[in-house]
């Protein structure tokens, strides 16, 4: 009997261990990095952000696209890595949470984080592959009816829940992706404002004073 009270209580600390592993990828501030190479800090540029976006005005398209996708890795990588090893979906979605959180309050940058959409995306690509390709779509078409890029990320974490729902995931990745998208409605409040007053950056310009 001790001997399956071992194995279980090992079982449970390595899955948490894994969840506190995610947060500290997700943390992990990839523009700030990349664009110090650049001997730039995109804290100190544009709107201060440090997602994909705001480091490209800081350290030119190169770095951007860099930071994108490391971003998405940071998402990706925690889900995946859980699903692999068989973890239960209960760990796969805390796995997911964290590394979103770690981006947005990361421990190295002082809980001074992004505003997590593209760690997002790695998380939900993690989950269900199909729906990421359908809200990259819904994306870039409501990026090239209305060239703001926040909106885009506006509707698509919107739709993604949605997406989720109609390919029948799971209820705890569907909650998951939900607080997600509540969080990034939260991180994304002053675009929010800038678009209703026509102030706020479009692909095509800088944003208005």
Not at 44 to 49: A, C, D, L, P, T
Not at 88 to 112: K, Q, T, W
Not at 176 to 203: C, P
């Amino acid at each position: 009997m001790t001997r399956y009270y071992d194995f279980y209580y090992s079982y449970a600390v390595n899955s948490y261990l894994l969840v506190i592993l995610a947060y500290f990828i997700g943390s992990i501030p990839v523009g700030v990095l990349l664009s110090r190479m650049k001997g730039t800090d995109p804290r100190n540029v544009g709107s201060g952000n440090i997602g994909a976006t705001n480091v490209m005005r800081a350290a030119g398209k190169v770095t951007g696209i860099l930071t994108l996708g490391g971003d998405i890795l940071k998402g990706l990588i925690p889900v995946v890595v859980c699903a692999q090893t068989g973890e239960p979906e209960l760990i796969v979605a805390a796995s997911g949470l964290a590394v979103f959180v770690g981006h947005l309050f990361p421990i190295f940058l002082r809980f001074r984080g992004g505003k997590g959409v593209a760690t997002a995306l790695g998380v939900c690509l993690g989950l269900e592959p199909c729906a990421v390709a359908i809200d990259v779509v819904v994306f870039i078409a409501v990026v090239l009816k209305w060239p703001y890029v926040s909106l885009g990320s506006l509707v698509a974490a919107t739709a993604m829940p949605l997406l989720l729902y109609i390919l029948h995931a799971g209820d705890l990745y569907i909650c998951l992706v939900t607080i997600m998208a509540i969080l990034i409605f939260i991180r994304h409040k002053e675009n929010i404002r800038r678009i209703l007053a026509g102030t706020e950056s479009t692909i095509h310009a800088p944003r208005k004073s």
